[in-house]
């Protein structure tokens, strides 16, 4: 059970991380929002994937971390709207 918590820690951190350097935040963020951006970006990323029927990112796979890092990318996107930035 701990080791599973702490692979989705990993995995949400990659993600996240990935993310940020795409859409250029990734300055201006740290490890910890990284990690948060990363695992909410999964299950939207998961939730977007299940819509178009393209998969989920229930899986540590290399399709799991693309459908994670694409919802983290999402996140961003939207709260930088939203911040009007």
Same mark, same amino acid.
């Given at each position: 059970?701990m080791?599973?918590? #702490?692979?989705?820690? =990993?995995? +949400? @951190?990659?993600?996240?991380? !990935?993310?940020? &350097?795409?859409?250029?935040?990734?300055? /201006?963020?740290g490890?910890?929002?990284?990690?948060?951006?990363? #695992?909410?970006?999964? =299950?939207? +990323? @998961?939730?977007?994937?299940? !819509?178009?029927? &393209?998969g989920?990112?229930?899986?540590? /796979?290399?399709?799991?971390?693309?459908?994670?890092?694409?919802?983290?990318?999402?996140?961003?996107?939207?709260?930088?709207?939203?911040?009007?930035?």
């Open positions: 059970m080791l599973n918590v #702490l692979l989705w820690i =990993v995995f +949400g @951190g990659v993600a996240g991380w !990935l993310a940020s &350097i795409i859409m250029g935040r990734n300055r /201006s963020m490890l910890v929002a990284n990690v948060v951006v990363g #695992l909410i970006g999964s =299950v939207l +990323g @998961g939730w977007i994937a299940s !819509l178009v029927g &393209i989920s990112f229930k899986d540590f /796979s290399l399709a799991g971390l693309g459908i994670a890092v694409l919802g983290a990318i999402v996140l961003l996107w939207l709260v930088r709207l939203l911040k009007g930035k």
